[in-house]
């Protein structure tokens, strides 16, 4: 497996741990995608519950679809992150280029920016 010649920040030790965080992160995601499939199914209206009983259900079920649809995404940019890493790519901002860092991508595995550039991408318009 090959890396980065210049990524001077990051030692192998470093990419092992990162990569191990990674394929966790991945694994953690697909459980839990698998996990909230059963429960963030469409409440049946026929369903013999009470009003307030079916809006509650009804409001639990729209938010574990939102929560699917977070852990869906952020599970694209691990696999993302993965074939960025077989690339040799891993570390690089996908912006400006420069290093990711090591403490944002132990944070953040599966980042493709920087902090600057990340920042300036939430910054409001």
Known sequence: MRFRIDMADLDQAQLALLRADLQALAGKLRALIESVREAAKPVDLDEPIGRLSRMD???E???LQANRRAAQ??????EAALRRFEQAEYGECMECGED???ARLKA????PFCIACQSSRE???
């Open 57 to 59: 259900a009804i409001q």
């Open 61 to 63: 079920q729209n938010m």
């Open 73 to 78: 995404q952020r599970l694209a940019h691990a």
């Open 100 to 102: 990711v860092g090591f």
């Open 108 to 111: 953040r595995p599966e980042t």
């Open 123 to 125: 910054a409001p318009r």
